[in-house]
């Protein structure tokens, strides 16, 4: 899914984020099914949540703004926390728990930086 930062509000650790580089950011989802199924030596199933699919959040930065310096130390010390994605238009708000800054990616001379976090739950599923 790609957003548009003109529509959307990206809060980490409790600061909205501000100073992107391009006018999109991606949401994307790794890992088979939603569901796997488990079955037994006579023949019983039962459906169990699979918990190997992740969510990747990718957004880039301009490298003076105000919050990338912040991104940039969060990495480097590893803090595991919410990222909230609201949905401007809809008034709607996406909760990535569990959820840490997985790399920033800088190109010596580039205009901006882009800063991927990978979350294990969203909206608590």
């Known amino acids: 899914?790609?957003?548009?930062?003109r529509n959307i509000e990206l809060v980490w650790?409790?600061?909205?984020?501000?100073?992107?580089g391009q006018s999109k950011v991606e949401i994307t989802q790794s890992g088979e099914g939603s569901n796997e199924l488990i079955f037994g030596v006579a023949g019983e199933c039962i459906s169990i949540p699979n918990y190997k699919r992740r969510w990747t959040i990718t957004a880039t930065f301009?490298?003076?703004s105000v919050c990338y310096p912040?991104?940039?130390q969060d990495n480097l010390y590893n803090f595991e926390d919410t990222l909230i994605v609201r949905d401007l238009n809809t008034g709607t708000s996406?909760?990535?728990?569990y959820c840490t800054i997985s790399s920033v990616n800088k190109k010596q001379d580039s205009?901006?930086?882009s800063v991927t976090w990978q979350a294990a739950k969203r909206n608590g599923k």
């Open 62 to 64: 301009h490298p003076y």
């Open 1 to 5: 899914m790609l957003f548009d930062i």
């Open 111 to 113: 205009e901006e930086r």
């Open 70 to 72: 912040i991104l940039e």
């Open 94 to 97: 996406d909760i990535f728990t």
């Open 13 to 20: 650790r409790g600061i909205t984020l501000t100073g992107f």
